[in-house]
């Protein structure tokens, strides 16, 4: 039998607010989208007594053991949900520790692929139950839509939402989600608590923000000349860093523009990781 594939989209967080704290979690809200740029995911069933994970490519180095696609084969089988063994191979083309939910959004893909075929049979509740086990951002990852995620951990999903184009940069270095989180000192008010789709407008957009942005700034002051760089590259609608970083997105409205961007970033920083896209 081959391997099917899956696309493991980046997540993106157009707008980020962290709220709080309870017990060792933070409590955040978000607006979330997609772009098209994935990890291809090869899995099949085999006859063996155990699973097999392997990763390759670009960004495949220094993944451990104990990542979200092992935690999750794990969980299930613990769960006796599966009553069979799986071969997966995942070939990384999401940077690691960019704030695009690579690892997150692949055990997600992998959770979605098993609910949709039938492999596994879970309601609403436990699949939120396993989501929540395996990272608080995995949730987002059963479906590509446009969602809000409120203070209340729940998730509102919209469509045909308008599209940007994207050039998004990572340096060459990652920022630990953990590290990131443990400085926050300052809280939001929540935003998002009552989901529309107007939020998904670039007016709402550029009002705003990353709170995470400012502690990843001070931490790694050399982004804060890039976000200046990207700013005045080509006058994109706003920029903003994704998730807790490193990585930084400027958005345009224009393809054109977009790709101009990309040309001019490749040649002024050539030891960055820089790539243009879409929302999708």
């Known amino acids: ?47 063996k007594k155990n699973h097999i994970v392997k990763f390759r490519g670009k960004f495949s ?20 949900l599966l009553q069979e063994k799986f071969h997966i191979e995942i ?11 690579g690892g997150s959004m ?13 492999i596994i049979f879970l309601n609403k509740e436990k699949i939120r139950s396993i989501a929540r086990y395996l990272g608080s951002d995995v949730i987002l990852g059963l479906t590509n839509d446009y969602q809000v995620l409120t203070s209340k951990n729940q998730t509102k999903k919209f469509k045909n939402c308008k599209k940007l184009y994207t050039l998004v940069v990572k340096p060459n270095f990652g920022c630990s989600t953990k590290a990131i ?16 789709k107007k939020m998904f407008n670039l007016n709402f957009l550029k ?29 994109p609608e706003f920029v903003r860093m994704t998730g807790s970083g490193s990585a930084f997105i400027a958005y345009y409205n224009s393809k054109k523009k977009c790709d101009k961007a990309l040309k001019q970033f490749n040649k002024d920083y050539t030891k960055y990781w820089c790539i243009s896209s879409k929302t999708i």
């Open 106 to 118: 692949n055990a997600a893909s992998i959770l979605n692929y098993f609910i949709k075929e039938k």
């Open 181 to 196: 989180y443990a400085d926050v000192r300052n809280y939001e008010t929540a935003k998002f608590n009552t989901p529309r």
């Open 61 to 80: 180095k220094n993944i451990n053991s104990n990542n979200s696609v092992t935690k999750l084969l794990r969980i299930l089988d613990k769960k006796k």
């Open 207 to 235: 009002k705003m923000s990353n709170s995470l942005e400012k502690i990843v700034l001070i931490k790694h002051p050399i982004l804060k000349k890039i976000k200046i760089y990207l700013t005045n590259l080509y006058n």
């Open 1 to 47: 039998m081959g391997f099917k594939k899956i696309k493991s989209y980046a997540k993106i967080n157009l707008a980020l607010n962290v709220l709080g704290k309870s017990s060792k979690l933070h409590k955040i809200e978000s607006l979330v989208a997609f772009i098209n740029i994935y990890d291809l995911i090869l899995i099949k069933r085999i006859n």
């Open 91 to 101: 070939v990384k083309h999401v940077p690691q520790q960019s704030g695009l939910g």
